[in-house]
C-alpha cells in the first residue's frame, strides 16, 4: 500500500487510519468516500467527527480541498498530477474471433490522464476484453482496455472492425495491406477481405476495474 508520508506536520494513529482510508477507496472507485461513509466506516457518532479530521488532515497538508462541494477532496500527492478523467465503457469487445457484437453503454472509468498519454480533451473511451488472443501482450479476459480515437500506427493495439465484425488485436502492415495479428499463437491473422475501420488504439490497461455509473 502507497502511504504517503511527507507532510507539513506529523499526523496522529487515528489521521493516519482516516489518510489509508481516503486512498483505499480513491483507489478502487476513483472517488473520494463522503463525510458520512467515514463516519460510519470509523463508527463515529456523527458526522462532524469525520469532518474534523479532514479539517486536520488539510491543515497538516495531507490533502486539499478544492471547493465546497461534496466529494471535493484531493489527496496531496496527486495535486500535481494530471486530472482523474471519466471514460465511457461501450461493452465488451473479443479478444478471440471476431464477432458481431454491437458495443453498449456500459458506465464510465475512472484514468488517470499522465499515465495513459491523454489529456482532458482527448476522445478516449473503455472496452471490457473478452477472450484469450491477446494474452501474449498481456490482455487478459475481463481486464479493460483504454482506447483513443486516433490513426493507428504499425504494430499499435487496436479496437476494430473487419468485414462488419469487431475485434481487438494488434494492427500490423510491414509495407502492405494492412491485416489484424493475435498475440496468441493459436488464433490465426485476420485478413480484411473488403473492409477494415479502426474504431480505437490501445492506449492503457485496467485490471480489476471498478465501474462507475
Known amino acids: 500500500m502507497f502511504l504517503l508520508t511527507v507532510f507539513k506536520m506529523k499526523l496522529t494513529a487515528r489521521q493516519q487510519e482516516i489518510l489509508d482510508y481516503l486512498q483505499s477507496v480513491h483507489r478502487q472507485s476513483g472517488i473520494m468516500p ?11 457518532a456523527s458526522q462532524t467527527a469525520a469532518v474534523s479530521h479532514l479539517r486536520a488532515l488539510e491543515k497538516k497538508g495531507a490533502i486539499i ?9 484531493q489527496l496531496a500527492d496527486a495535486a500535481d498530477r494530471e486530472p482523474i478523467v471519466d471514460v465511457p465503457i ?29 489529456t482532458e480533451r482527448s476522445k478516449a473511451y473503455a472496452l471490457k476484453v473478452r477472450g484469450e488472443s491477446m494474452i501474449d501482450a498481456h490482455i487478459m479476459d475481463g481486464d479493460h482496455v483504454v482506447l483513443e480515437y486516433r490513426e493507428p500506427r504499425d504494430q499499435d493495439i487496436v479496437a476494430a ?16 495491406k494492412p491485416y489484424l495479428k493475435a498475440e496468441n499463437e493459436m488464433y490465426p491473422d485476420l485478413i480484411p477481405a473488403q473492409e477494415l475501420l479502426i474504431q480505437g488504439v490501445m492506449v492503457g490497461l485496467v ?3 471498478t465501474r462507475r455509473w
Do not use: C
Not at 34 to 44: A, K, L, P, V
Not at 92 to 112: K, N
Not at 161 to 176: A, P, Q, S
Open 90 to 118: 461501450y461493452g465488451a469487445i473479443p479478444a478471440g474471433y471476431a464477432d458481431d457484437t454491437r458495443p453498449e453503454a456500459d458506465g464510465t472509468l475512472s484514468v488517470d490522464v499522465r499515465s495513459m498519454g491523454l
Open 161 to 176: 472492425l473487419i468485414d462488419g465484425e469487431t475485434t481487438l488485436k494488434r494492427f500490423v502492415t510491414n509495407g502492405r
Open 34 to 44: 463522503s463525510t458520512r461513509e467515514i463516519q460510519e466506516h470509523f463508527g463515529f
Open 207 to 209: 485490471r480489476g476495474a
Open 65 to 73: 480541498k478544492k471547493d465546497r462541494k461534496a466529494r471535493s477532496l
